[in-house]
């Protein structure tokens, strides 16, 4: 007697800020996509949409040329305007990258309103689609003037191109400055989070305790400020050990924390890297996590970790493991 599939729990709905939308808690990141076969691509858009996530976050410097990865997503995966209505696309402008030959071009940082529309069209064409969902600014420019950006803001929502605006990387003084222009609400804010990579989480913790490091305050706040200010916090590198420095799953480098992951993935039957996710999804600021695999049984664990209740206990203990301190 023959036993059906399975079919995947959908992953669970977050609000998204103050859209009004309620989005995936999971997000397929198509940063490394560029140089993979078109049946890679769908294969990878496969087991993100069996697992309910349609959520795609791209930007228009991912993938070495200027919407590279974005163009490789709409060559593999086209959509019909029924798929497109079902999908939520995020892009990311504001990134000048370097060009080639040339020490004095780049990278750098522009918001201005010509720079934003020109990133948004190429995103539109290379995407082929008529809108998207979401535009993030993607690294802090120093040099912003913040009636450019509204500029931009108010003529892209006008035409109906862009549906909703966050921010990536900002701090709550950043966010603040440019709300004093722009009048569309920012309803995200990605940031760099992990168990290792937990500054935001983890300053709060031990707050005022004189000689520990992670007492210092680098993220001023930032975490507490989208909660009260209702900006979705986008975790990306959510399985990175710090700033690029590879993953921690199986790394040698935290065995007390995958002593912990392991074990926890057999009590409740799932890979590590959901527990993992689960760690950030866990939280109460309702964050989404953004993968940034090309593999598909990797987006397929990180969903299972989508609505995994860990114990406060188990958190703690996650915490604890990657060497963060609970007085």
Known sequence: MS????TPTPVRSVALGSSGLQVPNVVLGLMRIADLEDR????????????????????????????RSEERFAEAVPLSSSERAEVIIQSKAGIVPPQDGDPGSGPYFDYSYEHLVEAVEGSLRALRTDYLDVLLLHRPDALVEPDEVARAFDELHAAGKVRHFGVSNHTPAQIELLR??????????????SITHASLVAQGVAMNMTGLDQSISRDVGTLDYC????????????????????VFLDNPKYPELNAVLDRLAAEYDVPALAVATAWITRHPAGMQVVLGTTNPDRVRAAAQGSDLRLTRAQWYELFRAAGHTVP
């Open 180 to 193: 004093r222009s722009v009048r569309q609400p920012l309803v995200a804010n990605q940031l760099q989070l």
């Open 40 to 67: 890679a691509i769908r294969d990878l858009w496969t087991a993100a949409r069996e697992s309910g996530i349609t959520f795609l976050d791209h930007a228009d410097v991912y993938g070495g040329a200027l919407h």
């Open 227 to 246: 909660r009260l200010n209702d900006l979705t916090v986008q975790t990306w590198s959510p399985f990175q050990a710090g700033f690029f420095d590879g």
């Open 3 to 6: 036993t059906a599939p399975t």
